[in-house]
């Protein structure tokens, strides 16, 4: 873990100089995404927060603990190199808002869904078709997300709320040999980031933080 820390530590400044140049600061933001059709993109408002200031004291990187929220169809969301979604409803995606996230994708981006319960019906269908023609799959059980800094060894993302009794799953679309997006079914991280909120076992909260770390650092460092 220490080098793997120290890797992070070496690495992060040169791959986010883009990205802090646009926003004009020496801490970068990650950015919610707000959408239309209805849906609660808005629920529990602390989860990155947390998550974030969790993320700080594991790693020291330059990132900000604040985030900002941007329309699907705004040019902004190339302004941040992580975007997060979530919700319990509906869901609306014109062409237009699809291929600026598209391009977001193409050009370096990455986007993290998590099924707050009652978003996959109307989600999954619309993360399929972002790139129709590459494979949208659950990601293998040795995958570096589950094990680059916090080890999870049954493979799988942490289940914080049983919802439908299903086990936790992460599926993944990959383009031109990078990994754009991350979509985690029946497991919720969020909801564990979002502890302030939400009840949960304290085994189960640090499992969900974990999980964040390491997918942000993944995120970050992946070539």
């Given amino acids: 873990m220490k080098y793997c820390i120290a890797v992070i530590l070496f690495v992060l400044p040169f791959l986010l100089v883009p990205v802090l140049a646009a926003q004009g600061n020496d801490e970068f933001k990650i950015a919610r995404i707000q959408y239309r059709g209805g849906g609660d ?32 169809g705004s040019r902004d969301i190339h302004n941040y190199p992580f975007l997060y979604m979530t919700g319990h409803g509906n869901i609306a995606v014109n062409n237009a808002e699809m291929e600026n996230l598209r391009r977001y994708l193409e050009n370096g981006g990455f986007l993290y869904v998590d099924d707050d319960y009652g978003f996959d019906q109307y989600v999954r269908p619309i993360l399929q078709n972002i790139f129709p023609e590459e494979d949208f799959f659950e990601l293998p059980a040795n995958h570096p997300i589950y094990n680059i800094v916090h080890p999870f060894p049954e493979g799988r993302p942490p289940k914080v709320h049983e919802h439908d009794g299903k086990p936790p799953q992460a599926f993944a679309v990959y383009r031109n040999g990078r990994m754009v997006l991350l979509y985690t079914y029946e497991s919720n991280p969020a909801d564990g980031w979002a502890f302030d909120e939400h009840d949960n076992p304290a085994a189960i909260t640090r499992a969900s933080l ?14």
């Fill in 41 to 72: 993109w808005y629920s529990s408002p602390t989860a990155l927060t947390n998550m974030l200031r969790f993320l700080k004291d594991e790693v020291p990187v330059t990132i900000s603990t604040q985030y900002d929220d941007v329309q699907l």
């Fill in 210 to 223: 974990r999980f964040g770390v390491n997918l942000l650092v993944y995120v970050f460092t992946q070539p």
